[in-house]
């Protein structure tokens, strides 16, 4: 037990006062509103197999927040919110990321909209989960994780991870994910991403 939060009495010491967070559940955001982050496609290029142009300031997702010490004694909660778009047939989605600590888990329940959470590991195997409103995907330690929005309305949902896990994108971004989700004949399909590297 961390030493700090242990009394002489051998009692449990609180360091942080509960709180309490409301998620609009009819638009994703956090009341109050703390740390808000947005992903524009032209920060995406090369995530997408289709060229985008990295001045476009079209808005492809939105993260807020709840802020907490960033240490593994505490859970960071955020609400993601995807918007509906295709970059050719490629449905919008996140950057994606390993942890950098990547023994450290993550949950996400599904608030609304039809996404789908690819997953995949350093040996290259993959997984598709999906993530509707109620869906809650476990994201085990060692799994890359990416949302993607596969239907028409915005994808909204709520992480939950261990606080000192931290985002490794370098790595994805070198290599990709083995599989991308595309809307072939009207339909999400989950096809073999050629441009992977293991
Ligand atoms: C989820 C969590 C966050 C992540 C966000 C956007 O809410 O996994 O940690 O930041 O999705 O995904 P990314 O960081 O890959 O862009
Ligand atoms: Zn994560």
New binding site residues.
Partial sequence: MHARTLCEDGLVQPELEPFATRVALETGALEPERQV?E?RLGEMAGLYAAPVATSSTILV?R?S?VPVPERSSDL?C???VIEPGLVDDEYFM????YHAMRDRA?T?LGLAGSGLVILADEAGRWRALPLRAGDLAY?PGGWA???VNAGDDQVR???T?IAD?G?D?AT?RARGFPVRVVRRAGEPAVVENAAFRR
């Avoid at 996140?94 to 990321?97: I, V």
């Fill in positions: 982050s992903r997702y993260v927040t960071l955020c609400t993601t996140t950057a994606g990321h993550e996400y994201i994780h990416r949302t949902f709520l992480s991870w896990a985002h994108y994805i």
